[in-house]
């Protein structure tokens, strides 16, 4: 799942049922073998990919004005890269909301869970009510912060997308050029260590469990709050 999924697109359904929202009125067709269903934009739903003719889900909630309807979860969403993500998640139609302690008001379009994601069991009756097409772990930056996600979330979203650091990938690099595969071990700063052991985590939790998650990991971050590092100002 990604917060920009191209306008009357591309739309990401939940695989099984228990959608209880609006239904749109659209032809959807299958779109891959991992489940993801694809709208055109036709006028009618018929339930039969305008393709094959063969049987697929029904399009499942409002698409007013090619706008995305999608229910999401930011934990935190005051940060840096989160603060500049929230506003363009709601230009594009997401149902957004925030889990924080509400110490600061929330943006415009945004509806705030105020709690505080280190006790859980509050946190636990406060989502009880709730479930997310997608999650974004904003904060999070130890183990226990993931097992305690992986306990609150199950069952109550369909992506959980965990936001890393390449601060994660090898140092000193063996090599000048940095991929996903760059091997993972920083022994200079201890806040990469523990991203690397929460990657860790939520890897042997999709490998016991198959949970839907993704791991992001930014790099040069700054915003309005916050200015770039120089770069090469030697």
């Known amino acids: 799942v990604t917060l920009q999924l191209p306008r009357g697109e591309l739309h990401r359904l939940r695989r099984g049922g228990g959608h209880q929202r609006r239904r749109r009125t659209t032809v959807c067709y299958q779109g891959d ?52 993500c929230t ?18 008001p929330a943006p415009a379009g945004v509806t705030t869970l105020r709690g505080d994601i280190r006790t859980p069991a509050a946190v636990a009756a406060l989502l009880t009510p709730y479930r997310f097409d997608a999650v974004v772990e904003w904060i999070a930056y130890r183990p226990e912060h993931i097992e305690t996600d992986l306990a609150l979330f199950a069952g109550k979203t369909d992506q959980y997308v965990f936001i890393s650091t390449t601060a994660t990938y090898q140092k000193p690099a063996a090599y000048y050029r940095m991929t996903e595969s760059t091997p993972q071990h920083n022994p200079c700063w201890e806040y990469a260590q523990l991203k690397i052991a929460c990657e860790e985590r939520l890897r042997a939790a999709y490998r016991d469990t198959g949970i839907p998650m993704t791991i992001v990991r930014p790099s040069h971050t700054y915003g309005e709050t916050k200015i770039p590092y120089a770069v090469g100002s030697g």
Do not use: Q
């Not at 009618?44 to 909630?61: F, N």
């Not at 506003?87 to 600061?104: D, K, Q, S």
């Open 33 to 84: 073998r991992h489940g993801t269903y694809l709208c055109r934009g036709y006028s009618r739903c018929t339930g039969a990919s305008p393709l094959t003719g063969e049987g697929v889900k029904p399009c499942l909630g409002e698409y007013p004005g090619g706008g995305v309807d999608m229910r999401v979860l930011f934990i935190g969403g005051t940060g840096v890269i989160s603060a500049a």
């Open 87 to 104: 506003p363009l998640a709601v230009a594009r139609g997401i149902e957004l909301f925030h889990l924080n302690r509400g110490t600061r």
